[in-house]
């Protein structure tokens, strides 16, 4: 079992910045691929970034260049740099781990979310 808690939302204006990051416990993060993904209202949940074991990256089309996913397998940590904010990301943010690299919403772990709201 992988227990994933999220930080770093809140209300930003357009253009801004936010950080989020996932703290992991149960195991060691190394051996699990890594993901964010986002929920808006009304909305489906949706795959934002990836980020695999040997450090392999993936984004959706949506955020490539404004989003960053890292991870920091010795403090079990992972992390997503927003820059660039736009009200379309306003969502919550979830971060989930998965034994397998995934780009989509399928992963087996996943964290209790952090809102995002960007305001125009």
């Known amino acids: 079992q992988v227990q994933l808690v999220e930080s770093g939302g809140g209300l930003v204006q357009a253009g801004d910045s936010l950080r989020l990051s996932c703290a992991a416990s149960?195991?060691?993060?190394?051996?699990?691929?890594m993901g964010w993904l986002r929920q808006a209202p009304g909305k489906e949940r949706e795959f934002v970034a990836a980020?695999?074991?040997?450090?392999?990256?993936r984004y959706a089309d949506s955020v490539r260049g404004r989003f960053t996913i890292s991870r920091d397998n010795a403090k079990n940590m992972v992390y997503l740099q927003m820059n660039g904010l736009k009200p379309e990301d306003t969502a919550v943010y979830y971060c989930?781990?998965?034994?397998?690299?995934?780009?989509?919403?399928?992963?087996?772990?996943w964290g209790q979310g952090t809102q995002v709201t960007v305001s125009s």
């Open positions: 149960g195991r060691t993060l190394s051996t699990y691929a």
């Open positions: 989930a781990a998965d034994p397998v690299f995934r780009t989509t919403s399928l992963y087996a772990y």
């Open positions: 980020c695999s074991s040997g450090g392999t990256t």
